[in-house]
């Protein structure tokens, strides 16, 4: 069965550009997660929906960060204005409820 | 401050050797769970534990919960090539609020295992 894939799985923003991460859960999975893994290190919690509601955004590092999942399926992490600080692996995983968390290859973003 | 401290951040070691590696915190955690993530992947769950002092094993890797539910190792057993990875725990923090989905990671261990 398919697993969660995220897109695209690279890229390359000039600092300043505004850049759009797209995640497709595993069908029938309520909830979904977003993680940002900066090099050498492990992934940190952004945020959490349930559904279409996002009921744990805290771990956005700025309000530069926006996640959306407006049907309750696809989601999708907008990042605006980039910084090169931004530069990190972005993962998305998504679970049934409050059990295993299946996570996607990861979207990996450069800002130059 | 890492909440979850993972020692060591590297290991390299030959095929056929044992290995253990440890997480460490000094908070206490409902439940703890390893991954291994390797290159251009996402992590991959092998384990959770829940019970203090429980042990779980799955084929050659043994993983243990500390009594006191803040610390977790791994071992492994004849390191194979196909073990190389990024070795993570993660917990689920006693008191986030019962959460239960919040995962605090560890930084990781890299490990090589060479043929």
């Known amino acids: 069965g398919a697993g969660v894939s995220q897109s695209p799985r690279y890229k390359v923003a000039k600092r300043g550009q505004d850049v759009a991460l797209r995640c497709d859960p595993i069908s029938g999975h309520v909830s979904l997660f977003w993680y940002q893994q900066a090099l050498g290190q492990g992934p940190e919690f952004l945020t959490y929906f349930q559904n279409e509601a996002q009921l744990d955004k805290s771990g956005l590092p700025s309000d530069r960060f926006f996640a959306e999942r407006p049907e309750g399926s696809v989601s999708t992490l907008k990042i605006q204005r980039t910084q090169q600080e931004d530069s990190a692996v972005y993962l998305c995983?998504?679970?049934?409820?409050?059990?295993?968390?299946?996570f996607g290859p990861g979207t990996r973003l450069t800002v130059l | 401050t890492q909440l979850l401290e993972q020692s060591p951040q590297f290991l390299s070691i030959q095929e056929g050797e044992n290995l253990t590696v440890y997480c460490n915190s000094s908070s206490v955690f409902s439940s703890l769970q390893w991954y291994r993530q390797e290159p251009g992947e996402g992590p991959v769950l092998l384990v959770t534990v829940v019970t203090g002092g429980e042990v779980k094993k799955l084929k050659r890797l043994t993983f243990q919960f500390g009594d006191a539910r803040k610390d977790s190792s791994l071992h492994i057993t004849a390191a194979q090539p196909g073990d190389t990875g990024l070795y993570l725990c993660a917990g689920d923090r006693e008191n986030s609020g019962g959460s239960n989905y919040k995962l605090t990671f560890g930084k990781g261990t890299l490990l090589t295992v060479n043929p």
């Open positions: 995983a998504s679970s049934l409820g409050r059990d295993e968390q299946f």
